[in-house]
């Protein structure tokens, strides 16, 4: 075994783990920052296969952008303190199969397909990925990107519109 | 003449020579990790002096003179002093996140180091990321302050949490902003090409206004993502006792506290990476005998003293202005520093394309 | 008509901002002559306090061991927090006569704020103020003192 595939499954131990005490632990708090740790170890991973920018984007997003935003929100319920209530034991069993279904069909994929490992090393690099977001001709990703920024312009519009106070009719002229 | 850059080739050429395949990349590793933490404790040691005595010096007061010459040991003595204090934990904590979290706010302090380029050829990791990486990094340090105030069971921790939750997601908006103008200029986000192209002139003098605006911009937004006053309501002393940290103690207050110094330090480091070039000299026109002069000042010198003044200005912030209100304080990110950040970043395009900077 | 109000209102803030940061930045520069706090006084023997700087009480005694001490209670009624307490006792005199004198003269430095109400309140003159500034024991008892010394009487002709 070689040091790079210690490194693999350490990180793929890492990952799993905090994952499963993340859906196993009884406050809601602590299932949060093991979310959270579940998310660096995928950055990890990315830091691993040398993918700095989808690592520091997986930062950005899912460490510094969502896992704040829920713990913002657990913290803003009431009795994010306490334990919570032990899950039935269907729900349990239910839980469980889903995952192995999941875990079958995801095998399934991989065992029947046979991808292949690329021997040349990936090329990436940040201008690359911005010139071909915007590009227009083949393999350009022009339109999914401004259908995008639409969409989440859209959204922020919304949100804007939701938090404005309306103000009384008198006070606007 | 023995430089920085000479003696960590020399290094790594003798590691290379002696051992075999992973040995010298482990003990590099080993060494690196020594470096950093010796220079951790040196900056503990220097900048919490400093502010003590720059705080002193502008109430026109004397500063700690006692402990050694000019009072030089004080902070020694009070590192000694909170090493052999007893850590409380707190009954009601959660004692596992409560313990956990000094650690996670010192680990990513030390991690968001990693591309900081000290002098010439002197870096840990040339990331190809390069700043993206200083911003990725130290949006998590918002969750180790997050951890540390919910985990002590205090409402007055959980507050200071929030509120420096709040400040650090919003301040990093106008941060990234700063730093995108730069990287628009020299079409990178690697570290070392963003130095190398300011050999012919720092990007405060190449620049012009836009780029003036972008540095005032990133010294108001890096002194609130540091939870700096004017922008400390996060430990608002008058208000919260001491915000997050209230239920701290012992060494693993002295690690929040290491912390908070240790990351104004990288971001004026960044600060003066990327607008006043690094460890490049200050170069007038080309060929001067001026220029010479410069060239003779060691580049380790030129990157320690151009970071210095930086943090000397943050500290002169902190000891001048009141603090602000919630309200006040997204104000100024919101309706103030984000818009003129968006048309300032609009105006540095128009140059960088236009070809109108030096 | 926004927007010029807009930059106004920025570039008054920068200004003002600018304003702070010279004072500041100028007291920086200057703080050596202009600072105005005292270093602790090292100095003891060429140090010379003021003249109405008030330490702790004490009761003077001359060569013959006497004090000036009625035992009247003046002080202890001046108090304002109960810092004197004078216990009293009566003195055989020559003549058979029994004299009111004072037995001890207790006195707490650690609840006197040095007001100086019992020195004024005194009719014989019998304590004053000292110039002493070090009363940092390392144990609370000993900051409640006795100040008549042991043996003393008080002074001939004064009642």
């Given at each position: 075994m070689t040091a790079s595939q210690v490194i693999f499954y350490i990180l793929s131990a890492f990952i799993l783990g905090t994952a499963v005490l993340s859906v196993t632990t009884a406050k809601i708090f602590r299932s949060a920052i093991w979310l959270l740790f579940s998310l660096i170890g995928v950055a990890g991973l990315y830091f691993w296969l040398e993918v700095e920018f989808i690592a520091a984007v997986q930062i950005v997003v899912y460490v510094g952008g969502i896992v704040v935003l829920i713990i913002f929100s657990i913290f803003l319920t009431q009795q994010s303190g306490k334990e919570m209530l032990k899950a039935s034991m269907l729900r349990n069993i239910a839980s469980i199969l889903s995952v192995l279904f999941g875990f079958a069909l995801t095998y399934n994929l991989i065992y029947n397909n046979n991808f292949q490992a690329k021997d040349k090393p990936f090329d990436w690099t940040v201008n690359k990925i911005g010139t071909q977001m915007l590009e227009t001709g083949e393999n350009g990703y022009a339109l999914p990107f401004e259908v995008v920024s639409i969409l989440l312009l859209a959204a922020m519009v919304g949100c804007i519109v939701i938090a404005i106070k309306s103000k009384p009719e008198e006070k606007n002229g | 003449m023995p430089s920085l850059e000479n003696i960590a080739n020399n290094i790594h050429q003798w590691l290379n020579n002696n051992f075999g395949a992973p040995w010298p990349m482990l003990i590099e590793f080993a060494i690196v990790g020594l470096c950093i933490i010796g220079l951790f404790a040196m900056l503990g040691l220097v900048l919490i002096m400093m502010e003590r005595k720059v705080s002193a010096w502008m109430q026109l007061r004397l500063g700690p003179n006692r402990v050694g010459p000019v009072g030089m040991f004080q902070t020694a003595a009070d590192t000694l002093k909170l090493i052999v204090k007893e850590g409380m934990t707190p009954a009601g904590a959660d004692k596992f996140l409560f313990n956990l979290a000094p650690f996670i706010v010192m680990i990513i302090a030390m991690v968001i180091m990693a591309p900081l380029m000290f002098a010439k050829g002197l870096q840990m990791w040339d990331v190809n990321i390069g700043v993206l990486f200083f911003t990725a990094i130290s949006s998590v340090s918002v969750i180790g302050i997050l951890m540390a105030g919910w985990a002590s069971n205090n409402k007055y921790s959980l507050l200071g949490a929030m509120r420096s939750g709040a400040q650090i997601v919003s301040y990093e908006l106008s941060a990234g902003f700063a730093i995108l103008a730069i990287v628009i200029l020299t079409g990178d986000l690697k570290i070392s090409t963003i130095v190398n192209s300011q050999a012919d002139g720092w990007w405060i003098f190449k620049g012009h206004l836009p780029i003036w605006i972008a540095f005032v911009i990133f010294m108001i937004a890096v002194t609130a993502e540091t939870n700096r006053a004017p922008f400390d309501l996060a430990e608002a002393e008058s208000e919260l006792t001491a915000g997050f940290h209230t239920e701290y103690s012992g060494m693993k207050f002295a690690l929040f506290f290491l912390a908070e110094y240790v990351n104004i330090f990288v971001v004026c480091a960044l600060g003066a990476t990327l607008f006043l070039g690094g460890w490049q000299p200050l170069h007038f026109g080309t060929d001067t005998q001026f220029n010479q002069w410069m060239d003779y000042i060691p580049s380790s010198l030129w990157f320690m003293g151009k970071t210095f003044f930086l943090i000397f200005v943050i500290m002169w912030f902190r000891w001048t202005f009141p603090r602000l209100r919630i309200d006040q304080l997204l104000n100024l990110e919101w309706k103030y520093l984000l818009p003129i950040s968006m048309i300032n970043l609009l105006l540095v395009t128009l140059m960088a394309i236009m070809g109108w900077h030096f | 008509m926004f927007l010029v109000n807009y930059i106004k209102d920025v570039l008054s803030g920068i200004k003002s901002l600018a304003t702070g940061m010279k004072v500041t930045g100028w007291y920086a520069l200057h703080h050596r002559k202009e600072k105005i706090t005292q270093q602790y006084p090292d100095n003891k023997d060429t140090l010379v306090l003021p003249e109405r700087f008030r330490g702790e009480v004490v009761m003077p005694h001359d060569e013959h061991n006497e004090h000036a001490c009625t035992g009247c209670t003046a002080c202890e009624l001046a108090c304002p927090n109960a810092t004197i307490k004078i216990v009293t006792k009566f003195d055989i005199q020559p003549d058979g006569k029994k004299k009111k004198a004072i037995d001890k003269f207790v006195y707490h430095l650690e609840l006197?704020?040095?007001?100086?109400l019992c020195i004024e309140a005194c009719p014989t003159d019998a304590i004053k103020m000292a110039q002493t500034f070090e009363h940092s024991v390392f144990d609370r008892t000993n900051l409640t003192k006795i100040l008549n010394k042991p043996g003393s009487k008080i002074r001939e002709g004064i009642e």
């Open positions: - | - | 006197c704020t040095f007001c100086n």
